[in-house]
């Protein structure tokens, strides 16, 4: 599997030292949007959760045991709810996580449960 580039950009430093959060899996890619999901009114913050480099070197795959990978997709965005910011909206981070899938065996497996 290709090296992915995990620097951090403006967004993802602004919205992780606003929310006191700072994992290096979980990237911030876009700014935050509002909408409306099941007749709650949200401030998203969409992010994206990420294998590190690092841990892929050693990784195996959980069905074969095979070592060499490929990137594929990602998983359903998920809601995951934070603190308030305002009273209007409720506040929550739109997470997905990034799938691999093995080059031996073709299973799927996502960066974190």
Do not use: W
């Amino acid at each position: 599997m290709t090296s992915l580039n995990y620097t951090t950009n403006i967004i993802d430093s602004t919205v992780k030292s606003c929310l006191n959060y700072h994992d290096p899996h979980l990237i911030f890619d876009d700014e935050p949007y509002k909408d409306t999901l099941r007749g709650t009114k949200y401030l998203l913050f969409p992010a994206t959760v990420y294998f590190l480099p690092q841990e892929l070197a050693d990784f195996r795959c959980h069905n074969c045991g095979f070592t060499s990978f490929y990137r594929n997709g990602f998983t359903p965005m998920h809601l995951i709810k934070v603190p308030s910011v305002n009273s209007t909206y409720q506040t929550a981070i739109a997470a997905r996580s990034a799938r691999i899938r093995c080059r031996n065996c073709n299973s799927t497996q996502k960066a974190f449960s």
